[in-house]
């Protein structure tokens, strides 16, 4: 798919998140590729997918656009979505549409900022679109002087200093929307169709809803929460 396109396709609509870690009961490349095939039914306008192998099941399933990550946890450092140049150039060789990595401030495993790494990203991948997964307005804002193609809202929450934030955060999402010139790609705590609505009339490109479709685990921890 023509690069330039990619964004567009995806614009106003919703995106999927088909991931199941290895501790939970979903995982496994055979039920994400099912998955991804039932949110292309549903209507998905493109799939967020972690690992190879899996992204590699989705496609036998789906003609969507793809936003590729892989989870990697590594010593010293709490960035762990496409941590590192090896887990970028596994995703380009596998050719997903948009790569996301962490865009935080945190250092990453290699003892690097974000500063330090991306602009080196840049050059060695000129036409691959890339998206920017940040806690705070300043690191999208940044992420964008970088030259990432698009930033989310993917880490408010999962970084020291945005734990216990509310997501999603529509008084951020409209703010970067307003303020930062490249598509915000609203994600994290999605778990209503209000609340999607909500993020779209704050000013998202597009929206990544995950565990309120594909975790029923995390979904009936929900609900027995409500009942306690």
Same mark, same amino acid.
């Given at each position: 798919m023509n690069p330039n396109n990619v964004l567009e396709q995806m614009k106003g609509k919703l995106i999927v998140s088909c991931q199941a870690l290895p501790e939970e009961p979903l995982h496994s490349p055979f039920i994400m590729g099912r998955m991804a095939y039932a949110?292309?039914?549903?209507?998905?306008?493109?799939?967020?997918?972690?690992?190879? =192998?899996?992204? %590699? =099941? *989705?496609k036998k399933n789906v003609d969507l656009p793809i *936003?590729?990550?892989? %989870?990697r946890v590594m010593e010293g450092s709490d960035v762990f979505i496409t941590p590192t140049l090896e887990e970028i150039e596994?995703?380009?060789?596998?050719g997903v549409d948009i790569i996301a990595l962490d865009a935080t401030?945190?250092? @990453? +495993?290699v003892g690097k900022t974000i500063q330090e790494i991306f602009p080196?990203?840049?050059e060695k991948y000129p036409n691959q679109l890339f998206m920017a997964d940040c806690s705070t307005f300043e690191e999208a804002k940044l992420a964008y002087e970088l030259g990432f193609d698009c930033v989310g809202t993917t880490l408010i929450g999962y970084t020291d200093y945005t734990k216990g934030h509310h997501v999603p955060d529509l008084d951020l999402i409209e703010r970067m929307a307003k303020e930062i010139p490249v +598509?915000?790609?609203? =994600?994290?705590?999605?778990?209503?169709p209000d609340d999607l609505k909500a993020v779209f009339d704050h000013g998202?490109?597009?929206?990544v809803v995950g565990s309120a479709f594909t975790r +029923?685990? =995390?979904?009936?921890? @929900?609900?027995i929460e409500a009942i306690r």
């Open positions: 949110a292309m039914l549903g209507g998905a306008a493109g799939i967020r997918a972690n690992s190879v =192998e899996d992204i %590699k =099941e *989705i *936003i590729g990550i892989i %989870k596994l995703l380009y060789q596998e401030a945190r250092v @990453r +495993p080196l990203v840049r +598509p915000v790609i609203a =994600e994290g705590g999605i778990w209503s998202a490109y597009t929206a +029923p685990m =995390e979904i009936t921890k @929900r609900f």
